[in-house]
């Protein structure tokens, strides 16, 4: 549907400027609000319809997703710039999702207690709650809407859903899906809009839960937004990851997890490993291997079976990771390989960056400290477990952390010690699974879970009740 104000905005591949992909409505603060009351007026017939009739949506819906796996995998490449294997990955993640948010249709399980009276039943169940907004990062423009729309939907609650305006084609690919698997017209609605979308979705009276999915600054403009009408706020933000290498780690295996960790998606995940602690003893080998193969990673455009790490997404993102640059060898730390924007050959139409690796970093500095969210990974020194906790935890993010180690005393040590949401042992800081509660602590979450059974809790609440056959009044606490 054409948006009110008539208005469109263009969507470019960030490895080749030149390649249109589409005109998108330019949603208006009228089509939000339009968006809403659709969802409302859908919410009055979906909440009543069994779960598992609803899952039964959501099954044929995955299987139309691993139908059109393929297309869907090209055309993010083609609008966000990973490469082709991770799109499939971003893909497959909203396939599992799919799944396993449509088995929940089956259980959403409440509880059956005893009373403390006589002839009284006392049970609890999840009811949903009405409109949920979704408002999503262009970095995971599948997984993550499917992360937030699956247990809305089996949890019986409608959504108008804004993807960020970088990955329109994405967002719109999916919501046809569920329309293709017979979704009733107005349960989700997509709206390609922007900030001022996004603010009357975070304050509109009608909207019950607003999940968000982005950066720490825009997160709290959300929960600022949101609070004072006292609504349901999920927020999943920002990170600086850590991976620690100890003295007895197998480092072959920890420079394969490093290069994954920090140059997967071109450094653009949420649990990109941004920063990487070594044991002094090791730090010289780890650095000479690491960074030999960062700098050997074949930059170009995603969907190039050769290339190994694509563009970062547009032209805002890699000035950040410029400035990020300058600020790394202004605070003294050393530039180890890259620095540089691409700009010649087969990256001449884009915005390409190399694999950058700052050494000697102290713990204190502004790129061992603030989320770059670009291939820009800091390594530095340490001297035990202790001290790499320690420096883990010395920033304002938690969501997710490893050890490499093959002392079991060290892992059980960090899992315990590190305060994150998410935690690894001998691999990277990325690879979350979909049966899994997914979030971060501090700066990256306000408390909730996606994912995993835990992400119920976010779109339900619990109703208990309690059933007198007794025939007379009874009091409780009093009677007896
Ligand atoms: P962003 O915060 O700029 O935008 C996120 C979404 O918010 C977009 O849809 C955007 O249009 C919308 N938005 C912007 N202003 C708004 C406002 N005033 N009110 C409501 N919505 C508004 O983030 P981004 O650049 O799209 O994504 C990168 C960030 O996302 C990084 O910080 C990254 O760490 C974070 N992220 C976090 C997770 C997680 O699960 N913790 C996952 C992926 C990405």
Not at 30 to 40: K, M, N, S, T, V
Not at 163 to 175: D, K, V, W
């Amino acid at each position: 549907m054409p948006s009110r104000s008539g208005q469109v905005f263009e969507n470019r591949n960030p490895a080749d400027r030149e390649d249109l992909i589409g005109y998108f409505q330019e949603s208006s603060v009228a089509d939000a609000e339009a968006a809403i009351a659709a969802a409302r007026r859908a919410y009055l017939q979906w909440r009543l319809v069994p779960a598992p009739k609803r899952a039964e949506i959501l099954f044929k819906a995955a299987a139309l997703i691993v139908e059109r796996k393929e297309q869907f995998a090209h055309d993010m490449t083609r609008e966000m710039g990973k490469v082709l294997e991770e799109t499939r990955g971003d893909v497959q993640e909203a396939i599992d999702m799919t799944f396993f948010m449509a088995g929940e249709g089956r259980r959403q399980y409440g509880q059956t207690v005893p009373s403390e009276l006589r002839d009284k039943f006392a049970m609890s169940l999840r009811q949903p709650l009405g409109v949920c907004s979704m408002i999503t990062p262009w970095n995971f423009p599948m997984a993550i809407p499917s992360w937030k729309i699956m247990p809305a939907l089996v949890c019986g609650n409608t959504v108008v859903f804004k993807p960020a305006t970088l990955t329109p084609l994405s967002a719109f690919n999916f919501i046809k899906v569920l329309e293709d698997a017979g979704l009733p017209k107005g349960v989700v609605n997509l709206v390609t809009g922007g900030p001022d979308v996004g603010t009357l979705m975070s304050t509109h009276d009608e909207v019950k839960v607003v999940s968000f999915t982005g950066s720490t600054q825009v997160g709290r403009l959300v929960s600022q937004n949101a609070a004072p009408w006292f609504k349901k706020c999920h927020l999943e933000m920002g990170g600086k990851n850590i991976i620690m290498i100890m003295d007895d780690a197998r480092l072959d295996l920890a420079v394969e997890g490093c290069l994954w960790g920090g140059f997967g998606t071109t450094g653009q995940r949420c649990t990109a490993a941004s920063r990487i602690a070594v044991h002094e003893k090791v730090y010289d080998r780890f650095v000479e291997q690491f960074t030999r193969r960062a700098g050997a990673l074949r930059v170009g455009n995603g969907l190039d079976r050769e290339t190994q790490m694509g563009p970062v997404v547009s032209e805002s993102q890699l000035n950040t990771v410029m400035k990020y640059v300058e600020i790394g060898k202004q605070e003294g730390a050393t530039l180890l390989t890259g620095g540089h924007r691409l700009e010649s050959g087969s990256c001449a139409k884009g915005f390409f960056h190399e694999p950058t690796v700052f050494g000697d970093v102290d713990p204190g500095m502004r790129i061992a400290q603030e989320e770059i969210f670009g291939p820009v990974v800091s390594v530095m020194r340490c001297r035990s477990l202790e001290e790499a906790i320690d420096i883990g935890n010395g920033v304002a993010y938690g969501l997710s952390a490893s050890i490499y180690t093959a002392d079991i005393n060290n892992a059980f040590t960090a899992m315990r010690d590190v305060y994150t949401g998410i935690f690894y042992v001998n691999a990277p800081t990325i690879g979350a699974e979909v049966h899994l509660p997914f979030g971060g602590t501090k700066a990256t979450g306000n408390g909730h879970r996606e994912a995993g059974t835990a992400a119920l809790d976010v779109f339900s609440e619990w109703k208990s009740i309690y059933v007198d056959f007794s025939g007379k009044l009874q009091r409780a606490q009093i009677d007896t």
